[in-house]
């Protein structure tokens, strides 16, 4: 009797030891498999931000050429918006081509990339798909870039020879300077970031290239007729259509909330940061403008208005998630203020750059990759700033130089410049044989 208890009890101890095992496999089963379920929605929803995020980015396209038909001449409209079109379009193949490569593909110099050009990185529907995503993000930045050039070269170029220019940035200078700066996001690795440059979105990746480029085509082509005058003064030659270049630039800051945040190309929490910094530095950013355009012309200016607010948000988009909101109004404050003195400073060198891309984008992009290290949440040394001034002017040397050579031999070669009876009736009639307003009377 005494056996079979024992046996009894040792079968039941032996079940019961077995079904502890199974309930462990099972809870680390579960584990493993919750864990692998928030893993893919983590992805999942890491695809979809910086998919919308790439849609707001593209929709500042639409921002950009309502600001530069607004704050432009009628009769410039039409060649306008054909620019920003064919920004977008060109710049989406030769990024796909060329561009992405050099910027992204792996690298051994640290100055360009060798690798997945046409998109060879991309192994078919059932390979990794990420590239796919990151690209669509990367080609949106790439052709804001360009466009804003389309603003400063405005009313006196050749459409055919600015086709060249756009295929040429997106190719060349943009992703080159990128992949110094932010090469490492995908298979490259940066000189400029290897030093620790901080530039989380672009101010100047794709701000200050774009303004630098945008300065080195205002010279090469000159000044519209009429702008100065025979002793060298400086005539306002007014904007047809404010409004439409205000509505751009609630476009444009609807936009940038997917430029910035979006740049964290991951859905999480540290999204709320970067959004609430990028609208405190716009809003900021048109004080100042306003109220300095205010004390200097007696009235509270609208263009220097609406560049404040695009001045205070190229400005945060170095710093944007390494800043404090204390900090990002002080940033977009102070570019509000620059971005007035340097439009007046500009046409006082007579340049004429009919939208003040070069001071918006260019200079204020430059504020911003240095103030991105003064007001470093983590503290500012002497290292981390010498590394900001170094990638500024980085920055200038490479996309002023080279786009000046590009400019100087497209005007040699194709020409720049449309003729001064072409430009005195219109480029949309030259160029495309088209009006914006074709019902309309249209006063020059």
């Known amino acids: 009797m005494r056996k079979k208890i024992t046996f009894t009890a040792c079968t039941l101890l032996l079940l019961t030891a077995g079904t502890a095992i199974a309930a462990d496999e099972v809870v680390k089963i579960t584990v493993e498999s919750n864990a692998a379920a928030v893993k893919a929605v983590q992805t999942n929803l890491n695809y979809v931000w910086t998919l919308i995020a790439a849609a707001l980015v ?25 620019k920003n079109l064919l920004d977008f379009a060109m710049g989406s193949l030769a990024f796909w081509a060329i561009g992405f490569g050099l910027m992204f593909g792996a690298t051994t110099t640290g100055l360009f990339g060798t690798t997945d050009f046409f998109l060879s990185g991309w192994t078919g529907p059932k390979g990794d798909q990420w590239i796919l995503a990151f690209w669509m993000f990367q080609c949106v930045f790439a052709a804001t870039a360009a466009t804003i050039v389309s603003g400063a070269v405005a009313e006196r170029m050749k459409f055919t020879s600015y086709l060249v220019y756009s295929f040429v940035v997106c190719a060349l200078i943009y992703p080159i300077f990128g992949s110094w700066a932010w090469g490492s996001l995908l298979n490259g690795n940066g000189w400029l970031e290897a030093k620790g440059f901080i530039d989380f979105a672009g101010s100047t990746v794709v701000h200050s290239v774009g303004g630098w480029c945008a300065l080195a085509g205002a010279i090469v082509l000159g000044p519209r007729k009429g702008k100065f005058g025979p002793k060298g003064e400086v005539r306002a030659i007014p904007g047809h259509n404010i409004p439409m270049a205000a509505i751009g630039v609630f476009i444009l800051w609807l936009g940038w909330f997917g430029f910035n945040p979006g740049s964290t190309t991951t859905g999480d929490t540290s999204i709320a940061m970067i959004f609430v910094n990028t609208n405190l530095a716009a809003a900021a950013g048109v004080i100042s403008a306003m109220t300095l355009s205010w004390i200097m012309f007696k009235k509270p200016d609208i263009g220097m208005s609406l560049n404040g607010a695009l001045a205070g948000l190229v400005g945060i988009t170095a710093g944007c998630a390494n800043v404090t909101p204390t900090s990002s109004i002080i940033i977009g404050f102070i570019a509000g203020i620059i971005v007035v003195i340097s439009v007046v400073t500009i046409d006082r060198l007579h340049i004429d750059d009919p939208v003040g891309a070069v001071s918006v984008h260019g200079v204020c992009g430059a ?39 590009l400019f100087k031999v497209i005007d040699m070669t194709m020409g720049l410049r449309i003729t001064e009876e072409e430009e005195l009736e219109g480029v949309d009639l030259a160029e495309h044989a088209a009006h914006a307003y074709n019902d309309f009377q249209v006063i020059n």
């Open 367 to 405: 504020w911003g990759t240095i103030a991105a290290g003064l007001f470093n949440i983590g503290g500012t040394t002497a290292a981390i700033m010498t590394t900001q001034i170094i990638g500024v002017i980085a920055a200038f040397v490479w996309a002023f130089g080279t786009a000046f050579i």
């Open 58 to 82: 593209f929709f500042m396209q639409a921002g950009f050429a309502m600001v530069e038909s607004g704050f432009t001449r009628a009769k410039s409209a039409c060649n306008i918006m054909m």
